[in-house]
């Protein structure tokens, strides 16, 4: 097991700013965190407000994680050859967790950062002489539009993507394999927040046809109800994530999803009416019911869902997330709490004995 520098990207997104807690908290390895800024010190003060959310003020890390400014859609991450070298010949663990998670951005836009990005975290990390390991997130719906089972061994197998999402993770993907580094690809599904105090800094995907749930807005679901909602909390996620950064290295592919145990439409809805303390609302078919399908939006392909995950492999290396319905109500009090996003609070304010 290697000690060296880890080389982070995305640490100020939910996923990665999970893992350097993990990492800071855990491990003594110190940690390079590529940000996007226009330079160093300002990737720094984007840092700070990050390790800021995650630690109290008398409790803030000193000295294990250092910002460096980087455009992943630029050619060289926007570095000079010199500080470009020098990142590679530090680094044994790079991790990559930067990617754009909207649905709906044009294709070329969506491959500048998913697809661009990971060409250029690769090709760093194919120049350190001391690699041990990459680590990239993927998202299990790179399985596509099908039906039936998704299984971690299958790649680009001739699937429908719903959007430029799951598209260009599925290319950035194929960069992966086909670079032939030491590589683990992580793939999670719809990834909500503690399953513990529901604490989540984005209220995007998933709870945003929640709140419209929440106000009313849904009088009727245009959903199949024995479609399967893969979610799983960020927690589950972070530690398969951070297992498979520092423990005993590991290729391959591993889902980190519900799978069988993957709520209905139904079940969701039901678990939604309950906590809104609304009565719960009839489902649809496609085009019955336009303007609440406008308000799904993005998400709307999601409610039809009706293949499985299967996590053998995550499975055997303890991935179990815990059932939705065990943590549904922490994630909706926080979600009020936090007024969706409008009055959030810092992580560390909601753990045990804050």
């Not at 960069?175 to 984005?202: K, N, Q």
């Not at 939006?297 to 999601?302: I, K, R």
């Amino acid at each position: 097991m290697n000690d060296g520098p880890i080389l982070l990207t995305g640490a100020t997104g939910f996923l990665g700013m999970e893992l350097l807690l993990r990492l800071l908290e855990r491990t003594n390895r110190p940690i390079i965190a590529l940000v996007r800024a226009s330079d160093d010190a300002a990737a720094s003060a984007r840092l700070g407000c990050v390790l800021a959310t995650l630690f109290p003020p008398d409790m803030m890390p000193q000295g294990r994680v250092r910002a460096v400014a980087a455009d992943l859609e630029t050619p060289q991450m926007g570095l000079t050859d010199k500080a470009r070298d020098a990142l590679s010949a530090d680094v044994d663990t790079v991790v990559h967790c930067a990617a754009s998670v909207q649905f709906c951005l044009p294709i070329e836009q969506a491959r500048a950062i998913n697809v661009g990005g990971t060409r250029r975290v690769l090709a760093l990390a194919a120049n350190a002489p001391n690699l041990d390991r990459v680590v990239h997130v993927s998202t299990a719906y790179v399985a596509g539009d099908r039906p039936g089972t998704y299984h971690e061994h299958e790649a680009d197998i001739g699937q429908r993507p719903r959007n430029t999402y799951e598209q260009t993770k599925l290319e950035a993907e194929r960069l992966v394999a086909e670079s032939a580094l030491p590589a683990a690809i992580l793939r999670p599904s719809i990834v909500v927040g503690d399953s513990r105090t529901g604490w989540t800094p984005a209220f995007n995907v998933i709870y945003w046809p929640l709140q419209a749930f929440a106000r009313g807005l849904f009088p009727c679901v245009p959903a199949d109800p024995d479609a399967r909602a893969d979610i799983v909390p960020v927690d589950a996620v972070a530690d398969a994530l951070h297992e498979l950064t520092v423990a005993t290295h590991r290729t391959g592919t591993y889902h980190v999803v519900a799978g069988d145990d993957a709520v209905t439409t139904s079940e969701l809805v039901a678990l939604a009416a309950d906590a809104f303390g609304q009565s719960r609302p009839t489902f649809v078919r496609p085009g019955a019911a336009p303007e609440v399908e406008d308000r799904a939006g993005a998400f709307l392909p999601y409610f039809h869902v009706r293949g499985t995950f299967d996590a053998t492999l995550g499975h055997a290396l303890g991935f179990h997330p815990p059932a939705l319905r065990t943590y549904f109500a922490a994630l909706m009090r926080y979600a009020s709490r936090a007024r969706w996003g409008k009055r959030p609070h810092a992580r560390w304010e909601l753990a045990p004995g804050a």
